[in-house]
């Protein structure tokens, strides 16, 4: 789609624009699948545009073949996304200069605690635990973390589905940018590229929740307009736990199209005439465009499978 609001007549330029942003980690399952659903309809019903973007940035996790197969899969359901598909990997100049001005405004420091250091003083995963901030440490050979805003603003924002959220200021302690191999961590190359591609809306599953205050406090400190956050329930497993692997991708890849995305949009509450499994995809989205309801979702932070 590549008209919207200018090419039906309406009077709006201040047009949303969303995205999908699957790490090429894997194969699509129903946890990505969801989240592509839910950015999709939501920037359809809007008007808007929505764009593709693989982050392919972490080399050492990316799976060879999984963005092709990711790509294709998104066709084969009849996703349409507008414009070319952006590779994260290939932002390196525009991260690099957002380290730059980060270190401008003094808010970039050497840290050169480890997963085995963070392990051993028996601190939360990705804490810097040796007071680096203070230490004035080699850049060299050490990551390099975003010291957070202090003054809190980055802890509080209203999510479209999830509410106001407050976040605990212990909980978001400085967060590494770039890692120690010298990789742009996710928070910063995330927050550079909506704003490269003018995303207005995030849509994405609660699993991403939780690092809204570090990419908040990334624009802030930025200069960066924050967009607007939707947070979709996380697809777990019957008993509340995290979806395991072998699940993760069974719902998508053995069903016939137009059952994949009713999967998808019934764990999103909203449910398919009994006859969709056999459409074709086109009527599906048709389906799909006009009944989306979101406001079903408010307050929703997890789906169980099953349930
Ligand atoms: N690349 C992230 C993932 O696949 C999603 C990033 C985002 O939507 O902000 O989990």
Same mark, same amino acid.
């Given at each position: ?11 709006? #330029?201040?047009?949303?624009? *969303? ?10 399952? @129903?946890?990505?699948? &969801?989240?592509?659903?839910? +950015? ?12 593709? =973007?693989?982050?392919? @940035? ?12 990711? &790509?294709?899969?998104?066709r084969r ?26 270190? =401008? ?12 250091? @963070? ?14 901030? +203070?230490?004035?440490? %080699? ?9 957070? %805003? ?19 200021p212990a ?7 770039? =890692?120690?191999?010298? #990789? ?6 995330? &927050? ?10 995030? &849509? ?6 939780? +690092?809204? %205050? ?12 924050? %967009?607007?956050?939707?947070? #979709?329930?996380? @697809? ?12 993760? +991708? ?43 309801d979101p406001?079903?979702?408010?307050? #929703?932070?997890?789906?169980?499978? *099953?349930?």
């Amino acid at each position: 789609m590549s008209t919207g609001a200018a090419g039906s007549g309406r009077a709006s #330029l201040a047009r949303y624009i *969303g995205r999908f942003a699957p790490s090429p980690t894997g194969d699509l399952h @129903i946890g990505s699948l &969801v989240a592509a659903i839910g +950015s999709h309809l939501e920037a359809r019903r809007q008007g808007g545009l929505w764009r593709l =973007r693989i982050e392919d @940035i972490d080399a050492l996790r990316n799976v060879p073949g999984a963005a092709e197969r990711i &790509v294709e899969m998104l066709r084969r359901l009849g996703f349409v996304w507008d414009g070319e598909i952006e590779l994260q990997s290939r932002h390196r100049e525009a991260h690099d200069r957002a380290l730059a001005a980060l270190d =401008r405004a003094g808010h970039l420091f050497a840290c050169a605690c480890t997963r085995r250091t @963070i392990a051993a003083a028996g601190a939360d995963d990705g804490c810097c635990v040796a007071d680096c901030r +203070s230490r004035r440490l %080699p850049r060299d050979g050490n990551a390099l973390r975003f010291r957070m %805003p202090e003054d809190g603003r980055a802890l509080r924002w209203s999510d479209r589905l999830q509410g106001l959220q407050q976040a605990e200021p212990a909980c978001y302690r400085d967060v590494v940018v770039r =890692r120690r191999d010298g #990789l742009i961590a996710y928070q910063l190359a995330v &927050v550079v590229d909506d704003a490269a591609l003018g995303v207005t809306d995030v &849509v994405r599953g609660a699993d991403l929740l939780g +690092s809204t %205050p570090w990419q908040l406090g990334l624009q802030q400190v930025l200069g960066l307009p924050t %967009p607007q956050y939707a947070h #979709l329930p996380l @697809i777990v497993e019957p008993d509340g736990s995290k979806l395991g692997k072998s699940r993760r +991708s069974l719902p998508v890849a053995g069903l016939k199209p137009a059952a994949a995305l009713g999967a998808a949009m019934t764990l999103l509450r909203h449910t398919p005439p009994p006859d969709h499994q056999d459409w074709p995809v086109a009527r599906f989205w048709s389906w799909a465009i006009e009944h989306w309801d979101p406001v079903r979702l408010r307050g #929703l932070r997890e789906v169980r499978l *099953g349930g």
